[in-house]
């Protein structure tokens, strides 16, 4: 008979003494330093740190302009005002992902249609995608769960078939190649967030990356109220220098200066922060691999990860109760499990505006299923082992006979 330790749920003695966390930012002393310059200088704001920050983002995703701004979901936000979206429109997204990457539809006044995931790859599955298409469609909204790029030449030559614009919301994904070429130069636009569990960050922070000129000239407008100094976009020419013309409403979603002197020195890491996050699954892919009924995350060959989640569903078949107390359990193991994420449309706000449960099924399980493990770059090999352990301890204790 195996003996079965007492769960810390049950009083039993926790895997770890100290709580951890399922992520957390990195900052060190260069980050203090690039932050603390700032606060000595002329520009908290408005200052040339945004656009020098700009520069460094462009340059590392090969995108020709990036445009900083408060946070992710007003680069969302920003990018469904520079693609024209409008009510009356209906615009595509993906149900497992953070309400922000529907709610920026709602903010324009459009209507968010939801299409179901890839039950392997949990993105966007391109053929529901183009079920959902109709003659309101306008954008497509593909977000690049957990850092695995979706699969984006087909994303692509659909929107190119029905005339729509694609916004990547890619929050997971900063440093995530696809077929080679980096997330961020590949979309119309692609929106990353600098929220500190992210890959890197500026406390709030986000940013847009885009190819093309005038969603650049309307996602700057749209950061500063609708308002331009550009004498190419003014409607009135030959004014005084003093002069600027508020062209559209917009809002202040600027970023500061310090907070771009942080994303500066953050942005020097991003590769070795990248790199610890790759290590660190591949300990876990290859500990948890013999734990039975556990599933692991499937890796797509067209695209590599910067794993911003490590997420495992369990077969609850396998097991005497569901995954509520298997995360409780974890959880009272000092191990910071998570849940990524309750389909969207399952929030009361969306229920309310008439979308009914059942619509994603794949998604549904997904949520039902899965718990996220703790990942973040700070992580050494002895928390992967903590976190390994106390799944054992959880699992083996709940298994069924
Ligand atoms: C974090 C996140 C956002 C929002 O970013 P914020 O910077 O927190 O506003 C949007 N979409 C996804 C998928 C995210 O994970």
Redesign the pocket.
Known sequence: MIMKDILAIHGGKPVRETYLPYGRQWIDEEDIKAVVDILKGDYLTTGPTIKAFEERIADYVHSKYAVAIS??????HAACFAAGIKEGDEVITTPM??A??ANCVLYQGATPIFADIDPKTYNLNVEAVERKITEKTKAIIP?DFTGQAVDLDKILKLAEKYGLIVIE?A??ALGTSYKGKKVGSISDMT?F???P??HITTG???VITTNDETFYNQLRMFRTHGITRDARLLELKGQGAWYYEQLALGYNYRITDIQCALGMSQLGKLESFIQKRRDLVKQYHGSLASIDGIILPYESAFSDSSW?LYIVQLALEKFTVGRKEIFEALQAENIGVNVHYIPVYYHPYYQQLGYKKGLCPNAETLYENSITLPLFPMMEAQDVEDVVTAIKKVLNYYRKA
């Open positions: 946070n992710g979901t007003a680069a969302l992902t953070f922000a990457s977000v919301d929050a997971h929106t967030s600098l929220h569990v992210k709030e922070g986000g911003h």
